[in-house]
């Protein structure tokens, strides 16, 4: 018997094939970072890291991995490693940017694919086991409402697994750039959790190792971002993720990390954190 769809409301409009669920609200992306982060995300070793510790999570703690869904799935590489890890497995991936939309259903073509919104997700409530979100609550004004989201559609069980930028301290013109409304406190997505009626169950930070030289170039760029124009900080971007993006020391130091994560041991502070919640 075929499974049930897990975009489940009647889509208004849609958008080279891909349905719409989108209301118009404001969106705070590109189609110039989109292209940034396609280019880039496959290989940069704080991504590769960070998909990893996100499969390792669901390994962990998932009881059943039947229905996924992936909240900002972009162009949908995140997609189809959860395809090759979990092949049998109902994935659904949403973005409310429609640019790479159709390139994720080309690469996944089983997968459901949407364009709609993290605080309005297309999805019946218990209906999923496990949502992921990457790099995406940072984006939205409103993140407490995309925690409540999360937590209405898993099931009872379901875990949530979000990845987010940390220490607000260290928020300069490379995260306005990137339109980041914030960089989130220790503890702060756990709490956002807790709120919306989910259970915390682990809360780890990437990028543990590589931390200090971040840390001290973001203090940098903090001192010099008002000198900067607009175009200088977006080459200044371009060319940082880039350059780091090849770092043989920074691919090697995040295999080590992913390692040690996998045998719980970590360091209080990092680039990323990952907040991992169950409903109840």
């Given at each position: 018997m ?5 975009f489940?409301?009647?889509?208004a ?13 404001a ?7 989109e292209?940034?982060?396609?280019d880039?995300?496959e290989?940069?070793?704080m991504?590769?890291l960070t ?7 669901i ?5 059943t ?8 799935c ?6 189809a490693?959860?395809?090759?890890q979990w092949?049998d ?30 605080t309005d ?6 209906a ?5 979100t990457?790099n ?5 004004a ?22 987010i ?7 300069d013109?490379?995260?306005?750039h990137?339109?980041?409304?914030r960089?989130?406190?220790r503890g702060?997505p ?9 259970e915390?169950?682990?809360?780890r930070f ?7 030289p971040?840390w001290?170039?973001?203090?940098r760029?903090?001192r ?8 200088e900080?977006a ?6 993720v ?14 080590f990390?992913?390692a ?8 209080p ?9 169950r409903?109840?």
């Amino acid at each position: 018997m075929a499974a049930s769809p897990i975009f489940t409301r009647e889509s208004a409009a849609s958008i080279d094939g891909i349905p719409s669920y989108f209301d118009g609200e404001a969106v705070n992306w590109d189609s110039s970072l989109e292209d940034l982060h396609a280019d880039t995300t496959e290989n940069h070793f704080m991504d590769v890291l960070t998909r990893t510790a996100v499969f390792d999570a669901i390994r962990r703690n998932a009881s059943t991995v039947d229905q996924i869904l992936e909240v900002g799935c972009s162009s949908g590489l995140m997609l189809a490693e959860l395809h090759e890890q979990w092949p049998d497995a109902q994935l659904a991936g949403l973005d409310a940017l429609a640019d790479g939309l159709v390139t994720a259903q080309a690469r996944v073509p089983r997968a459901e694919v949407a364009h709609a919104s993290a605080t309005d997700l297309p999805v019946d409530d218990g209906a999923v086991d496990v949502v992921i979100t990457i790099n995406v609550l940072e984006h939205i004004a409103d993140d407490a409402t995309a925690f409540r989201e999360a937590a209405r559609v898993l099931r009872p069980g379901g875990i949530f697994v979000g990845v987010i930028p940390n220490n607000p301290a260290l928020y300069d013109y490379y995260d306005a750039h990137l339109s980041h409304e914030r960089r989130y406190r220790r503890g702060e997505p756990a709490m956002l959790a807790s709120r919306a009626g989910l259970e915390p169950v682990e809360e780890r930070f990437l990028g543990q190792y590589v931390y200090p030289p971040f840390w001290a170039v973001k203090k940098r760029n903090r001192r010099i971002g008002d000198r900067l124009t607009e175009a200088e900080r977006a080459a200044r971007v371009e060319a940082d993720v880039t350059k780091t993006g090849d770092s043989r020391i920074g691919s090697a130091t995040a295999k080590f990390e992913a390692a040690l994560l996998r045998h719980g041991v970590g360091l209080p502070f990092g680039i990323r954190q990952m907040v991992v919640a169950r409903k109840p």
